[in-house]
């Protein structure tokens, strides 16, 4: 057994209430909560704890480092500190690694023996995910749908944000903002579904680059070089123009050395297995910069 690794405890089970965060500031519960908000955030990889179950295929030689750069950590991080001081936003988080939705041997896991082991280690990958990563894609839902329920026809739009933060080539400086369009927003010929209006998504940025006072236009971009995956395919069928309360959705992916901060960054950049401790200064600088830009994108979005 690695002892080095994070692990989740064996036969941990997530209610949705574990994996919901608000603003509580005013002792407010949940239903309070979701008849102000009207951001739903989620961040789909931002666990890195891996499952006791699963600790028979976990590779040897592990690292502390390899284990939390696989997850998007500090998106976790920014989610809470932004709704922990953000009433218009809910936070939704997978308590499970990404691991668990796409068990990719050879990154965090060992390759399997052979046919036997492969069965035993998705059999196991299923029995977790029931207990946790499924409960985060139906309460992610739920929460859209409890907003929807509490609004009148021809209220404000609600957003469902899916937060990331990568390493991708291409990425820009800051950030950027996917609707599955292309530079600017608009529907691909190839495929013509967008999961947010071109106009508001390019409205969303310029209030973002507003409130994070970006050096350079392009140190935020439109879907490059990712359009936005299954989970704003998934708001975008449920919630989309034809529903009474439309629902937009957008990928949220920041350039990872950005949102670490100069000091965990360059700590990184240093050779060694360890994963330093996050800047939480400058955590809730990146939420508070999240707050302003919403509330002016609130503000002029038609």
């Keep these: ?19 919901t965060f ?6 407010r519960d949940l239903s309070e909560a979701v008849a102000a908000a009207d951001v739903v955030v989620s961040c789909p990889r ?9 600790e028979p295929w976990v590779r040897e030689d592990l690292t502390p480092r390899m284990q939390f750069m696989s997850a998007h950590v500090s998106s976790r991080a920014v ?16 308590p499970h690694p990404p691991l668990v939705t796409r068990p990719i041997p050879g990154r965090i896991l060992r390759a399997p023996h052979d046919e036997d082991d492969a069965r035993r280690l998705g059999e196991a990958v299923s029995q977790v995910a029931r207990r946790g ?10 929460v859209l749908d409890a907003m929807a329920r509490v609004r009148d026809r021809g209220a404000a739009r609600l957003t469902a944000l899916s937060l990331h933060d990568r390493v991708t080539p291409g990425l820009p400086a800051v950030v950027s903002l996917a609707n599955r369009g292309d530079a600017v927003g ?10 947010m209006p071109a106009d508001r998504l390019r409205s969303l940025a310029d209030s973002y680059r507003s409130a994070f006072a970006v050096q350079g236009h392009d140190e935020i971009v439109l879907n490059r070089p990712k359009i936005g995956g299954v989970d704003l395919l998934e708001v975008h069928r449920r919630f989309g123009p034809s529903s009474p309360i439309p629902v937009d959705a957008v990928a949220n992916d920041f350039w990872r050395g950005y949102l670490l901060g100069e000091r965990v960054a360059a700590a990184m950049s240093e050779p060694g297995d360890e994963w330093p401790e996050l800047d939480h200064e400058w955590i809730d600088t990146v939420a508070q910069r ?3 830009a919403w509330r002016h994108h609130r503000s002029i979005a038609r």
């Design 79 to 94: 989610a809470r500190r932004w709704a922990e001081i953000d009433p218009a936003v809910i936070y939704v988080e997978n």
């Design 290 to 292: 999240l707050r302003q």
């Design 1 to 19: 057994m690695n002892g080095r690794v994070a692990y989740i405890p064996s036969g941990a089970g997530f209610a949705a209430a574990d994996i």
């Design 22 to 27: 608000w603003c509580t500031d005013a002792h």
């Design 46 to 54: 931002g666990t890195p704890e891996v499952p006791a179950e699963l």
């Design 186 to 195: 608009a529907p691909r010929p190839e495929d013509p579904t967008v999961t």
């Design 133 to 142: 990563a499924v409960v985060y894609e139906r309460t992610r839902l739920d």
